[in-house]
Each structure stands twice: as C-alpha cells, then as structure tokens.
C-alpha cells in the first residue's frame, strides 16, 4: 500500500498570501492519479484536482497542482478568506485507494 | 443536480454490524463507481473500498476484508456499506462518493456523511 505524507501538518498564513503543500507518495504514484481535496468543518471533501494537476469543475484557478511520481504540490496562489481549511491528497495504485493525514491552512 | 443521500445517524453497540445507504440521483447510477470513506472524530480521511454498480464487483481495503461487505440496488440507484464486528474504534462518520469514469480515479461527489456511534 502506498503511504502519503502531507506537510507542513498546519501552515499558518494571512488573505492574500501564497499557500504551497506538499505530498510525498512511498513510492511512484502510476500514472499521477494523485488528487487533492478541501474539506471545511462539518462538510464533506471537495474535489479540487485530479490526475496531479487538472482542476475539478468550478474550482478557482488561483488552485493549482503538480508534480509527478512521489513528489506533488497544491498551491493556492493568492489565499481568499473562504480557502482556510484542511487539504488531503489521495491517490490510486495496485488496485488501493489511500489518503494523506492531511494539511490544515489556518489564518495566521 | 447530482446528489448522494445517506441514512441518519445510527448508534451501535461492540459487536453489532451497520449497514449505511446512501441514495443517488441526477446521473446515471451504473455508470460510477461507488466508494465508501470514513473518519474519524478529528482525524483524516479513511479509504474502505469501493462497488461497481454495474457488476456488482467489489474492492475492499486490506483492513475491512472480512468485516465490510458493499451491495447495491440498481432498482432504487442506492448504495449499502455494511460493517460487522464493530468496535469503539469504528466511530466515525461514514461517506459514500462517486468515482466517475474514464480513469479520472477521484471522489467528484460525495454523501453528506453519516455518523455511527459504538458504545455499550
């Protein structure tokens, strides 16, 4: 099973602000099926990228991902009030699904 | 408008099984993946495994084979995800999300999340 190991675990930022987070897989992810997710308090996760770098229907631009084999970044590049949250990458291999423990952006 | 309705709340003693729905509309319930993720009090996002609900194939994780069975009846677009054995360790709140197709392997649509409580 391939592991996923988010940092920074919180990153502490203001509006306005550049985010980058980091995903590193336990061994290459196949393919980049590596997506990132959004997840606000009391709602379920948001889709936000998929396949390393392509943005989900609706999401803003100012989201962005990259990356390949075991190293991938999300970046949001100007921090919106509405963005403070807890981000998850996941990803697909061998038939198994996992998740990172996750990245929380609080306003600093 | 896409939408996955879950079931409510269910509280369980150890040792009993839960079974969780989770009810699809505005797209066409056999051509999606469906996966079932938990979590935790405060803690991340748990993969348990997903239903083609096509075929009726399924594809546990490693943890839950044995304990965690997923059904669906095609009849009524709906989901199941049953768990036995619980224990206090498998309290959290249960998601059901679709997998669209085409090889995207991502969650676009998720359930509003159903909690199961275990306690004596």
């Known amino acids: 099973e391939i592991v996923l190991t988010q940092s920074p675990g919180t990153l502490s930022l203001s509006p306005g602000e550049r985010a980058t987070l980091s995903c590193r897989a336990s061994e290459s992810v196949s393919r980049n099926y590596l997506a990132w997710y959004q997840q606000k308090p009391g709602q379920a996760p948001r889709l936000l990228i998929y396949g390393a770098s392509s943005r989900a229907t609706g999401i803003p631009d100012r989201f962005s991902g990259s990356g390949s084999g075991t190293e991938f970044t999300l970046t949001i590049s100007k921090l919106e009030p509405e963005d403070f949250a807890v981000y998850y990458c996941q990803q697909y291999g061998s038939s198994s699904w996992t998740f990172g423990q996750g990245t929380k952006v609080e306003v600093k | 408008q896409v939408q996955l309705v879950q079931s409510g709340a269910e509280v369980k003693k150890p040792g009993a099984s839960v079974k969780v729905s989770c009810k699809s509309s505005?797209?066409?319930?056999?051509?999606?993946?469906m996966h079932w993720v938990r979590q935790a009090p405060g803690q991340g996002l748990e993969w348990m495994g997903w239903?083609?609900?096509?075929?009726?194939?399924?594809n546990y994780a490693p943890k839950f084979q044995g304990r965690v069975t997923m059904t669906r009846d095609t009849s009524i677009s709906t989901a199941y995800m049953e768990l036995s054995r619980l224990t206090s360790d498998d309290t959290a709140l249960y998601y059901c999300?679709?997998?669209?197709?085409?090889?995207?392997?991502?969650?676009?649509?998720w359930g509003q999340g159903t909690l199961v409580t275990v306690s004596s």
């Open positions: 999300a679709r997998d669209p197709p085409g090889g995207i392997t991502a969650l676009d649509y």
């Open positions: 505005g797209y066409t319930f056999t051509d999606y993946y």
């Open positions: 239903i083609n609900p096509n075929r009726g194939a399924t």
